[in-house]
């Protein structure tokens, strides 16, 4: 077996520019929210929503990971908010130094609310700490109710989790409730709300979330 030594730990370097970005966010007042999910969670969904009803009261901007596309991007720009799309190529997530980058493009004395969409996967985004505030993990009913325990790490290293488009869980014999207790057998401190697009209270419930965390930082910044 042959040991490759790499000379310095990856995810320390890592872990030290996600602490300088924090520090950056709080020195200009930005509570960042970095959204994980799989493809086809709804992460862009639910990212829009939360949009369309606190742009009114807060100045936000958008970090869009993903592999190559910019379609993301694009959906966020139409909604009027400054929006950096970060592409990573062949890597399989966002890092601290990709979201460094990213910061230096976006005028954030003019931001209050920094959404970070990470890329579509459910393993590669745990390990990577990008100097975010709020850590929130999103799963769709479409991707089965075991999906929760095949990927036990994110869910426990989450502060919010998600479980969405619970209309159709019926249709893809689903039971989202199973889903519920599965995260909390993982992680009994993390709140855990169920929505979908076509429920308004359900995105009330997502969105009144992130904003209680924004009053929550301007206390503290």
């Not at 970095?34 to 709804?42: D, E, Q, R, T, Y």
């Not at 807060?58 to 993301?72: T, W």
């Not at 893809?172 to 599965?182: H, L, P, Q, S």
Request: net charge negative; aromatic share 4%; charged share 30%.
């Amino acid at each position: 077996m042959h040991v490759i030594h790499m000379g310095h730990d990856v995810f320390k370097a890592n872990d030290k520019i996600a602490e300088k970005n924090r520090k950056v966010l709080n020195k200009h007042g930005v509570f960042s929210v970095n959204v994980m999910g799989a493809i086809g969670s709804g992460k862009t969904t639910l990212i829009e929503e939360a949009i369309k009803h606190l742009k009114d009261r807060y100045r936000i901007a958008v970090i869009a990971g993903d592999v190559i596309a910019e379609m993301d991007a694009s959906r966020f720009r139409k909604l009027g908010v400054p929006t950096i799309p970060v592409n990573t190529g062949k890597e399989c997530h966002l890092d601290a130094k990709l979201v460094e980058k990213a910061l230096g493009e976006i005028d954030l004395d003019n931001t209050d609310l920094l959404i970070i969409e990470n890329v579509g996967n459910l393993i590669c985004p745990v390990d990577f700490k990008l100097g975010e505030h709020l850590r929130v993990v999103i799963v769709s009913v479409t991707e089965g109710d075991d999906i929760i325990l095949k990927h036990p790490v994110i869910f426990k290293t989450s502060e919010l989790a998600v479980i969405n488009k619970v209309d159709i869980a019926d249709a893809v014999d689903v039971d989202a409730e199973k889903m519920k207790e599965d995260i909390l057998s993982l992680n009994p401190d993390v709140p855990v709300i169920l929505t979908s697009k076509h429920d308004w209270e359900s995105l009330e419930t997502w969105i009144s979330f992130i904003e209680l965390g924004l009053k929550k930082s301007t206390e503290q910044f």
